[in-house]
């Protein structure tokens, strides 16, 4: 790859087969477009960057799915159309709060520590029991995420990407009920 | 609504942080991997529906004389042209940006050529045929089991899909249906002594068209990612 800004295409068909390098300047390179893309049609809504994220742990997951046989661009826009769609469902889901909410929301402020201590509990709950474990230790503990990833055995990477998950699930949980 | 849920006073993990995170997590994903995960599914899902199909009903009681006439091969070219169809889909619907028009292609030719016999075996045939060539003699089970035993290759089919990227939910989830609604009716061919190919454009049709409509219904429940 002697070209200085190899297109995207092979980067990704690079990164496919494990070059890291190739993966890093591809993700850069996705993640301005992607803010360009989500910027353009959310304004300035404080959401763009945890989709670009969200975006970029899809398409980490899923790159598999890419067949190099077919135009990168048409995969990546694929996916942010979808990533962006559902981000559009879910905020007009949790913008029809039943009224009931609000007034619970209200009348629970005199008591909100205890309340909040209630809902980050349920909160949790809700979480499978390794992102549970791991909120608790790391966001709630305090403890370092090298730290977790050496009691749990996964890698820090592997932490990082759960953590990043169960905080979007958790705020989008308190979202839904509490807007 | 969102950023005011940010737990202990930490803040998110930041764009740049996760890119290294991924890109430290990479090792190789082949494109060839996903169609592996597929076949594997649909294979598993077939061979548990044909493992139910041998102890539920066993082989038509004329198997040997059946394979050697023509109206055995026609009635399993239905379904058999019906899965490729629904496969063909299954890979493209679960792939970003990749277009399926060939999977409804082969899928609308195998309906269209499949009516057209019907069509000319009723033509052609007396009056008082008519009825049994349109309703057989197993029309109260033949579209139910078709059915059950697709269920096992619908779960198989449903939990390949949710390790693709369908975008379009609905259609990813009808591909899957009627990949396994076809593939069962292929298998349940084996068993069913029916050769009329109204009765089986009809019946057969209406189970594999059935598990596209669940496939439709459950695609976005289960397939959102």
Redesign the interface.
């Known amino acids: 790859m002697s070209v200085p800004n190899p297109p995207l295409d092979a980067l990704m068909i690079a990164a496919q087969s494990g070059d890291e390098a190739a993966y890093r300047t591809l993700l850069k390179a996705l993640s301005s477009a992607l803010r360009g893309y989500f910027a353009r049609r959310l304004g300035g809504d404080a959401a763009v960057e945890d989709l670009v994220q969200d975006t970029l742990i899809a398409i980490h997951e899923r790159r598999a799915t890419y067949d190099p046989q077919r135009p990168f661009a048409a995969w990546f826009f694929a996916i942010a159309r979808y990533k962006l769609v559902d981000h559009l469902r879910a905020a007009r889901r949790s913008a029809t709060t039943p009224v009931e909410d609000i007034e619970d929301m209200a009348g629970a402020d005199e008591e909100l520590s205890t309340a909040a201590r209630l809902d980050l509990e349920r909160l949790l709950d809700a979480l499978p029991q390794r992102s549970r474990d791991i909120v608790r230790t790391v966001k709630i503990e305090g403890e370092s995420v090298a730290e977790a990833a050496q009691r749990s055995g996964l890698s820090p990477i592997a932490i990082r990407v759960l953590l990043h998950r169960a905080v979007k699930a958790m705020s989008a949980k308190a979202g839904n009920s509490r807007s | ?8 006073g ?1 803040k ?2 930041s ?1 740049d ?15 060839t ?2 169609r592996r995960t597929l076949a594997l599914a649909f294979a598993f899902g077939s061979a548990v529906s044909a493992a139910a199909m041998l102890w539920l009903l066993g082989l038509r009681p004329d198997m040997a004389t059946a394979f050697a006439t023509p109206a055995f091969w026609i009635k399993l070219m239905f379904p058999a042209g019906l899965a490729l169809a629904g496969l063909i889909a299954v890979d493209r619907l ?5 277009p399926a028009a060939l999977g409804y292609g082969v899928g609308i030719g195998v309906i269209a050529v499949m009516a057209l016999l019907a069509v000319l075996q009723l033509a052609m045939a007396p009056p008082e045929a008519l009825r049994p060539l349109l309703l057989g003699h197993t029309i109260d089970h033949c579209t139910a089991l078709i059915m059950l035993l697709a269920l096992p290759i619908f779960t198989a089919g449903m939990y390949a899909m949710r390790q ?2 369908p ?1 379009r939910l609905r259609r990813a989830g009808a591909a899957v249906g009627v990949a396994a609604g076809a593939l069962s009716a292929a298998i349940y061919a084996i068993a069913c002594d029916e050769t009329a190919l109204p009765f089986v454009t009809l019946w057969y049709g209406a189970g594999i068209l059935l598990m596209g409509l669940l496939g439709a219904l459950l695609g976005r429940p289960l397939l ?2």
């Open positions: 609504m969102r950023e005011g849920m940010r737990f202990a930490q998110g993990v764009t942080a996760l890119i290294d995170a991924l890109a430290g997590d990479l090792r190789a994903a082949p494109a991997s996903v679960g792939r970003p940006g990749a693709m990227a975008v959102r990612w």
